[in-house]
């Protein structure tokens, strides 16, 4: 199983966008899909995850409110729509697979390829 992580761009500060985390292989109802992201000299941290089978998911404090994350079982493709964007927004956008919905970076495998995101001010 692969996942790509698709969608990222330059946007002005105030703009949004929608990642798309596609999946090579089945997702299977247990499965977690995650989102992390990478600022240059900084940590990979914790955006959002979401529980395939339902509509279960969690966000990182930073989020507040301006983030959702979705999933289109169809396209086994999950989102991140990200809103109200600001220049530390800024970063290398990754999603991962994981067997519980956790925040914790070593729980998710399968890492693709991120998409970059940069935010003009």
């Known amino acids: 199983v692969q996942l790509q992580a698709s969608g990222g761009g330059l946007v002005q500060a105030g703009g949004s966008l929608r990642l798309s985390c596609s999946s090579s292989g089945r997702i299977f109802s247990s499965h977690i899909i995650g989102w992390f992201r990478q600022a240059p000299g900084k940590e990979r941290e914790f955006v959002a995850a979401?529980?395939?089978?339902?509509?279960?998911?969690i966000y990182a404090d930073f989020v507040k409110d301006r983030f959702t994350i979705s999933r289109d079982n169809a396209k086994n493709t999950v989102y991140l729509q990200m809103n109200s964007l600001n220049a530390e927004d800024t970063a290398v956008y990754y999603c991962?697979?994981?067997?519980?919905?956790?925040?914790?970076?070593?729980?998710?495998?399968?890492w693709g390829q991120g998409t970059q995101v940069t935010v003009s001010s």
């Open positions: 979401t529980r395939w089978s339902r509509a279960s998911t």
């Open positions: 991962a697979k994981a067997n519980s919905l956790t925040r914790l970076e070593r729980e998710y495998y399968y």
